[in-house]
């Protein structure tokens, strides 16, 4: 399956996110994330790859599904929190398009929800 605009960004976002979480807790720089993050990078990947709410999926600050094993998800919590003021400086395009994709989601998570009760 393809891969939507928006899912590639929300990966863009995640990885980028890692990256400056890593560079300042463990002295990594450039494109190199230390196996940890790496981890938690993947599993970030995967959770937005099987996101039910794909192609159109929210973003994950106003989804309704909680997908996170609760460890992992306390990991990444630490990484947006650290990262997510300092994105600003280091890709400000993508915070905007990311506020910009999150202002549609009630549209969106009403439309699926529709559209999952008229399959059954
Ligand atoms: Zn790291």
């Given amino acids: ?8 960004r929300e990966k863009r976002t995640v990885r980028k996110m890692m990256l400056i979480y890593c560079h300042h807790h463990h002295q990594t720089t450039g494109e190199i994330i230390c196996p940890d993050c790496n981890d ?13 709410f794909s192609p159109d999926k929210p973003t994950c600050k106003n989804c309704t599904v909680h997908c996170y094993a609760p460890k992992k998800q306390e990991a990444i919590k630490n990484v947006m929190r650290f990262s997510g003021p300092r994105m600003m400086w280091h890709a400000p395009w993508l915070v905007i398009r990311h506020l910009l994709d999150g202002r549609k989601d009630e549209e969106r998570i009403e439309v699926y929800l529709k559209r999952k009760k008229t399959n059954i």
């Fill in 1 to 8: 399956m393809q891969e939507s605009k928006r899912t590639i």
């Fill in 40 to 52: 938690l990078l993947n599993y970030a990947n995967q959770r937005i790859e099987k996101c039910p």
